[in-house]
């Protein structure tokens, strides 16, 4: 059996997920003042960073109709790469975590079983991974 490459761990260490059925707290609260910090200033909904372009799957078929549907609900949905936006100045990353509560991580193939390592950049940017992949 493979190692999976993120597990989600409670504060005493003990492993939440992966697990075939995950019992989530639904009592939990946050005392990170930093994260709170992070979350208060954003304003847009989504961004992509992609850089690979052509994929085996409809991912960028995919995201071009969710974006057309977020902007006709005045949402964003920034694409980065590929011929979308140019990255700004301070880097994608850093406007991820500055700019949005969201970020939009589809596989590039549909592969049973596996998750992006994209998922760690939205977590580590304070946005919520939004995943579309062969993983259950």
């Known amino acids: 059996m493979l ?19 995950v019992n989530w707290n639904s009592n939990m609260t946050s005392s990170n003042v930093r994260e709170m910090e992070y979350l208060k200033h954003k304003k847009k909904a989504v961004a992509w960073i992609v850089n690979k372009c052509e994929t085996k799957n409809e991912r960028m078929t995919n995201a071009k109709r969710l974006q057309r549907l977020f902007r006709a609900n005045a949402l964003d949905f920034d694409m980065y790469g590929c011929g979308n936006l140019v990255c700004p100045k301070e880097g994608c990353l850093n406007a991820l975590k500055r700019d949005y ?25 304070y946005a919520v991974p939004i995943v579309k992949g062969g993983a259950d």
Not at 7 to 12: P, T
Not at 101 to 125: L, M
């Open 101 to 125: 509560y969201f970020c939009y991580a589809p596989e590039d193939s549909d592969g049973n079983d596996y998750v992006t390592s994209e998922i760690v950049t939205g977590y580590n940017s």
């Open 3 to 21: 190692e999976p490459m993120i597990e989600v761990r409670d504060c005493e260490g003990n492993v939440v997920a992966p697990r075939p059925v």
